[in-house]
Antibody, heavy 124, light 110 residues
Framework: EVQLLESGGGLVQPGGSLRLSCTAS????????MTWVRQAPGKGLEWVSA????????YYADSVKGRFTISRANSKNTLYLQMNSLRDEDTAVYYC?????????????????WGQGTTVTVSS | QSVLTQPPSASGTPGQRVTISCSGS????????VYWYQQLPGTAPKLLIYRNNQRPSGVPDRFSGSKSGTSASLAISGLRSEDEADYYCAAWDDSLSGWVFGGGTKLTVL
């Protein structure tokens, strides 16, 4: 069974940093692109970032570009999201998701299985 | 304001057929596959439709997707109370080099 488990969320002050992790199991992690999506309280889904299976291709939403960094450790079946210079508007539940396709470019990385999410609260 | 446009709400009675629309542009829906997600209250989103009209295993055939030009739609037939949820469309956007979501449609089963 494919499973994704996010961790690392918490309360952080504006301007602070946080690193989220997503541990995967039940599939060959290294051949699937992975994505981070967030959902602010009471709001809709917002795509944040995505990375290819090999880690050589990354994409970011304009809202986080230059502040967030996506990475992965295939030997550990783990995806990361390093979040710096956090703002109030980054407060959200952050989900990681596996892509539907094994390879290909970003346009094929639709989100398949999702984790349960981890909550990030940015507040002073 | 979301790049993809969905009606904020939809409703139907048990057994009825309802459709949810998703409107975009040539840089997203017009040139990419459309995906649909269901989010039950307090849970993570679940993939309902991928590649415009494909259902993952385990998704009932009551759910169907279609795409025409720069618009897409999700149809739910034989509406059931457990279908009450938020539904989101998504697509890759060539101009943004990223994925975009619709604002979501809250489906109420009357």
């Amino acid at each position: 069974e494919v499973q994704l488990l996010e961790s690392g969320g918490g309360l952080v002050q504006p301007g602070g940093s946080l690193r989220l992790s997503c541990t995967a199991s039940g599939f060959t992690f290294s051949i699937y692109a992975m994505t981070w999506v967030r959902q602010a309280p009471g709001k809709g889904l917002e795509w944040v970032s995505a990375m290819s299976g090999t880690g050589d291709i990354t994409y970011y939403a304009d809202s986080v570009k230059g502040r967030f960094t996506i990475s992965r450790a295939n030997s550990k079946n783990t995806l990361y999201l390093q979040m710096n210079s956090l703002r109030d508007e980054d407060t959200a539940v952050y989900y990681c998701a596996k892509s539907t396709e094994k390879y290909g470019s970003g346009r094929l990385w639709g989100m398949d299985v999702w984790g349960q999410g981890t909550t990030v609260t940015v507040s002073s | 304001q979301s790049v993809l446009t969905q009606p904020p709400s939809a409703s139907g009675t048990p057994g009825q057929r309802v459709t949810i629309s998703c409107s975009g542009s040539s840089s997203n829906i017009g040139s990419s596959y459309v995906y649909w997600y269901q989010q039950l209250p307090g849970t993570a989103p679940k993939l309902l439709i991928y590649r415009n009209n494909q259902r993952p295993s385990g998704v009932p055939d009551r759910f169907s997707g279609s795409k025409s030009g720069t618009s897409a739609s999700l149809a739910i037939s034989g509406l059931r109370s457990e279908d009450e949820a938020d539904y989101y469309c998504a697509a890759w956007d060539d101009s943004l080099s990223g994925w975009v979501f619709g604002g979501g449609t809250k489906l109420t089963v009357l």
